[in-house]
C-alpha cells in the first residue's frame, strides 16, 4: 500500500500554485508527485523514474451557452481528451476519460477500468475491472480530516501506474473546483 503526504515546498517555490505529495511505502519515501494547477499537468517521480500525466490537448471548457446551441443544432458533443500517463521517453503508459461528473474511465493496454466513488457520500475512489461489481483496491484518504491518502491496490498494478491514479485524482477534485468557479 503506497501513502501520499503532503510535501513541504522549499524557498525558491514557496508561493507556487502546485499540489505536492511525497509518496510513502511502509514509511520509507519512493517517489514525489508535483501537480501544476494552471497547466493541469502533473510530473511524477517513482524509483528514480520519471513520469508525466497530462491532457492530450489542452483542456477548452464548453459554455453553457455554447452547450444549449451545440445541443439545439444537433452537433456532436466535443471529443475527449483523455489525460496520458507518459514515461521518459514519451511512451503512453495509460489512459483516462472522464466519465459522468465523479467518474474516470481508466485503459491500461488492453484492459479498462473503472475509478469511481460507491456512493455520492463515500470518500474514497475505488478502482473496478470494467463491468464489474467487485472493487480491486481504493484511492482517497479513509478518514475525514486528514491530509493523507492511501492508494491501495494489488500488486498487479505497479506502483508508477498507482500514483497516476493519485494525479488523476487531484486532477478531478482541481477541475470540478474550477467548472465550479465558471
Request: hydrophobic residues 40%; contains cysteine; proline residues 5%.
Amino acid at each position: 500500500m503506497l501513502e501520499a503526504r503532503p510535501a513541504k515546498r522549499d524557498a525558491t517555490n514557496r508561493f507556487s500554485r502546485d499540489a505536492r505529495w511525497g509518496i510513502f511505502e511502509a514509511d520509507a519515501p519512493i517517489g514525489a508527485l508535483v501537480y501544476d494547477i494552471k497547466s493541469e499537468s502533473a510530473t511524477m517521480n517513482v524509483r528514480g523514474q520519471a513520469f508525466t500525466a497530462a491532457r492530450e490537448r489542452k483542456r477548452q471548457d464548453e459554455a453553457l451557452g455554447r452547450m444549449v446551441l451545440r445541443i439545439l443544432s444537433g452537433r456532436a458533443k466535443p471529443p475527449p481528451n483523455p489525460v496520458l500517463l507518459k514515461d521518459a521517453s514519451g511512451a503512453v503508459l495509460a489512459r483516462s476519460e472522464r466519465k459522468g461528473d465523479a467518474s474516470l474511465l481508466v485503459r491500461r493496454g488492453d484492459e479498462a477500468f473503472e475509478l469511481r466513488r460507491r456512493s455520492a457520500f463515500s470518500r474514497p475512489h475505488y478502482l473496478y475491472r470494467q463491468g464489474q461489481s467487485q472493487a480491486l483496491g481504493m484511492v482517497g484518504s479513509k478518514k475525514i480530516f486528514t491530509t493523507r491518502i492511501c492508494i491501495d491496490l494489488p500488486s498487479e498494478f505497479d506502483e508508477p501506474f498507482q500514483v497516476f491514479m493519485l494525479a488523476l485524482l487531484t486532477d478531478l477534485g482541481f477541475v470540478r473546483r474550477a467548472d465550479m468557479s465558471t
